[in-house]
């Protein structure tokens, strides 16, 4: 455009100047034909490069899979659509306040549920479809960001206890509108509603079950005023970050069980909230959120032992006892009672994680990924186990996805990998360009310069010189009852290879990620197998509960137990 409007100026100077300098008669014309000519290079010049603030730039490829500066997630699947696959979008709230948006998630998240439940039916994951919310793109271009066939969007509209709730099913390949219904009712007919969308989405897309025998929505509570408290607290649970959402969450779900203590499902998230919120937030009564998640878990599970959240709540209890074995069962049943569930998949495969049984956790983990392929953490824990598998081509692909989805620091996991292949001056490279490029999304800790130099030289070039400068920085938090012993303080311990100290938070201080720290015992890395191969090891294993999950479910690659004993007794080795 550009070049356009300044040759349209340089014809008409020409033109005028013509007469002016008594120039040749056709020098116009010459300058119009050169003009011409030029436009198509001009065209092409442009395609190719891009203005900016650094200067004239080669113009980016839209992915470019192992690019840090690339943070978008556009373009993650591209295979094509399954033909019953889809995606359900937040509603909308329409209501006159505006104040009803939890209302609107919590609505299609119950829809989303449980279309799960259908077999055939192929649902995007929660975190992958709201992902795009508040977003203004199209619904074809949410249908191949999320490669489903279908698009389910809606809104509700609340006015003292009646509530519409508008919903339409769109097919992403061409926006055609296979229907639009409205729904009215009262809130204490919201169950009811959400059952009679699901049910006629299932007949829409033609899929062949008895689904009048089924209840698709499960009637959770008769209070509306707890659902209410239910739908406020999970939407905040499930943000997670932020100044005071989980403790907000806390409450809001502290307010559902009061006005209705059988709502198994509140305790379960009112257990999940608490557990969540120490590892999110820099609280000194981190012990007291803990204690009171194992009271929640305890009494969603009592109440309904067959629920899938009310098992995995108790998993988290379990883990926060050090009782390995107990919290495998506990994602097991979980995995069991709702095998549709995102969680329950991704959980199941931790657990075998943790144990460093990465060929059986591998499964559970590309299911995780594949129905929700925009979760940062399953992305980051697939490459793990995938690097540690020896891909290191697939680990790359799903660092750089967690990576683009915001979860900078996987970029320390894709860095270790990288120098553990001989390449500790491309390692150091990367991560400094990363964290330079993603500086926004760095933690607080990290922000400095110098930390993430300091970190780049601990972690790909294994200098013991700076690992003795963090771990001077960080051994005061060993036992520390002020301060929460979180994943990234273990992993920290980890990448330093101070195995005591990893030892000792395990044991006197688990948390509710620990399935991640331990995970990371297992990569090939020299300061994990400093940590594996410490004398102290086995003993830690055998207290820990890990030895007895080996002796259930199998033993992993770099611990055997010795000739002819099943590894009791410290009989095993480590390398």
């Known amino acids: 455009m550009a070049y356009a409007v300044a040759g349209w100026l340089l014809i008409q100077v020409a033109a005028t100047l013509k007469g002016t300098l008594d120039l040749p008669a056709r020098v116009d014309s010459w300058v119009t034909v050169a003009v011409i000519a030029g436009f198509p290079v001009a065209v092409v010049l442009a395609w190719l490069f891009d203005f900016s603030l650094a200067g004239i730039k080669l113009t980016r490829p839209l992915v470019a899979a192992s690019s840090p500066e690339n943070s978008s997630p556009a373009a993650l699947v ?17 209501s006159a306040e505006r104040d009803q948006a939890y209302l609107g998630d919590g609505v299609a998240e119950e829809i989303l549920n449980a279309l799960v439940k259908v077999t055939p039916l192929k649902v995007s994951g929660r975190t992958s479809s709201f992902s795009f919310k508040g977003r203004d793109l199209t619904v074809s271009e949410i249908g191949a960001a999320l490669n489903v066939a279908y698009v389910l969007e809606g809104s509700v509209r609340k006015q003292g206890e009646k509530v519409r ?22 809130v204490t007919d919201i169950f009811d509603l959400q059952d009679n969308i699901a049910r006629t989405i299932v007949g829409e897309l033609e899929v062949v079950l008895h689904v009048d025998q089924i ?52 305790w379960a998230w009112l257990a999940n909230a608490n557990f969540f919120l120490p590892e999110h937030n820099d609280v000194p009564d981190w012990k007291s959120y803990l204690e009171a998640g194992k009271k929640a878990a305890k009494q969603a599970f009592r109440l309904d032992p067959n629920l899938s959240d009310a098992n995995l709540a108790l998993s988290y209890e379990r883990l926060l006892e050090l009782d390995l074995p107990g919290q495998w069962e506990a994602r097991k049943r979980a995995h069991e009672l709702d095998p549709a569930s995102v969680a329950a998949v991704h959980e199941l495969g931790s657990a075998y994680g943790l144990m460093g049984l990465f060929e059986k956790a591998l499964p559970y983990m590309r299911e995780s990924v594949a129905d929700d392929p925009f979760s940062p953490s399953f992305s980051s824990a697939l490459g793990i186990y995938q ?109 330093l290879g101070e195995a005591e100290a990893f030892f000792s938070e395990v044991r006197n201080r688990p948390n509710t990620y620990l399935s991640g720290a331990l995970m990371n015992l297992w990569i090939p890395t020299e300061s994990a197998r400093k940590v594996r191969t410490h004398p102290g090891f086995p003993q830690f294993a055998e207290d820990i509960g890990l ?29």
């Open 78 to 94: 591209k295979a094509a659509p399954a033909k019953h696959s889809i995606a359900v979008l937040p509603f909308s709230d329409m």
């Open 165 to 186: 709730i508008t919903a339409q099913l769109i097919q992403t390949g061409d926006g055609f509108h296979v229907w639009s219904e409205s729904y009215d009712g009262n």
């Open 215 to 266: 209840r698709l929505v499960a009637r959770m509570t008769k209070s509306p005023e707890a659902y209410d408290a239910f739908l406020k607290g999970r939407k905040l649970a499930q943000v997670q970050d932020g100044e005071g959402v989980l403790a907000r969450a806390v409450g809001h779900l502290e307010d559902a069980v009061r006005l209705d203590p059988e709502f198994a499902l509140a």
């Open 387 to 495: 690097w540690a598998l020896g891909d290191s081509a697939a680990a790359n692909t799903s660092f750089d996805r967690s990576i683009k989805l915001g979860w900078v620091l996987v970029a320390v996991s894709k860095a270790q990998m990288i120098a553990a292949s001989g390449n500790r001056s491309d390692a150091y490279t990367y991560l400094m360009t990363a964290f330079k490029v993603h500086v926004e999304k760095v933690p607080l800790a990290f922000q400095s310069r110098i930390a993430q130099w300091l970190l780049s030289v601990a972690v790909t070039k294994e200098a013991g010189w700076a690992k003795a400068l963090i771990w001077r920085s960080v051994k005061r938090d060993v036992g520390n009852p002020k301060k929460m012993s979180g994943l990234a303080f273990k992993a920290t311990l980890l990448v």
């Open 547 to 575: 030895v007895r999950c080996w002796q259930i479910h199998g033993w992993p690659p770099q611990v055997q137990p010795k000739p002819g004993t099943d590894g009791s007794n410290l009989q095993f080795s480590c390398r």
